[in-house]
């Protein structure tokens, strides 16, 4: 989950990516930041992605990204659009989880999250104020934040508190390989694990059941061609992705997006 859509930047709002401490790229994918300033509110909905995130709003609540929204949030898997807008000085700061990969760090069962925006605090409690109000004090700089943010994952990494599922993180690394496109009782089998067994860990370390993530990784390899290839006929991107026809695809895609592949390309691409 990104609060700015990854591909689609606003030309006041600033989206980046940045790299975490190599100790940290197994279980993060990045840090990313928003700045940026507006007059009037802008809004749009950020797209499920697979992934969990922690997000600071340091701009003092000014930008409210999401009505009500702590200052120190968790972002749980999402099977939904999530509406998210802009106003005044914008400055966002978080980190992406890799598929899996959360669970750990948090010390959760990552289900209770699903479609959900918790306090940080309400998860680490102390730990989770004392890190949003380092971020404050930090100098601006996006290396200083991140440098904070890599402290205090290192911390909980070298501790022991990011134990997690390995079967489970293998088997939704397998998922997104695949591209989502990989049979549940087939991946369950080259576990070496029932269907069932898969089926009853899986939620807690991803967030969503088995099915669900595939249907969300093959969902942004739908939302990734579009826009790599936005001239393709849609009829051509469903065979390239592997569903039935275009229809399937357009179901598949309104379940997550809210609307079709072709009205997404309009309204994201013109």
Known sequence: ??????????????????????????????????????????SHRVLPDGCLDLLFDLSSGAADPMPGQPEAAVVGFMTRPLPVGYRGEVELF??????????????????????RVEALDDVWGHEGRTLFERLVAAPTTTDMRARVLDA?????????????????????????????????????????????????????????????????????????????????????LALRQGFADQAHMTREFKAFAGRSPGAYRMERLG
């Open 152 to 236: 205090a994952l290192l911390s909980r990494l070298e501790d022991g508190r990011a134990a997690t599922d390995v079967l489970m993180v293998e088997a939704v690394s397998r998922i997104v390989r695949s591209g989502g496109r990989v049979r549940i009782g087939d991946l369950a089998r080259s576990l070496g694990i029932s269907r069932r067994q898969l089926e009853r860990r899986f939620p807690a370390t991803v967030g969503a059941s088995p099915k669900t993530a595939a249907r969300v990784v093959r969902f942004r390899r739908v939302v990734d061609a579009l826009h790599a290839r936005p001239t393709d006929s849609l009829s051509m």
């Open 1 to 42: 989950m990104a609060v700015a859509a990854r591909g689609d930047e606003d030309p006041v709002i600033r989206y980046r990516e940045h790299a975490p401490h190599p100790a940290l790229r197994p279980l993060v994918e990045c840090y990313w930041s928003v700045r940026g300033a507006v007059v009037d509110r802008v």
């Open 94 to 115: 978080a980190v992406r989880f890799r598929p899996g990969r959360a669970a750990g760090v948090l010390g959760v069962d990552t289900h209770e999250l699903t479609d």
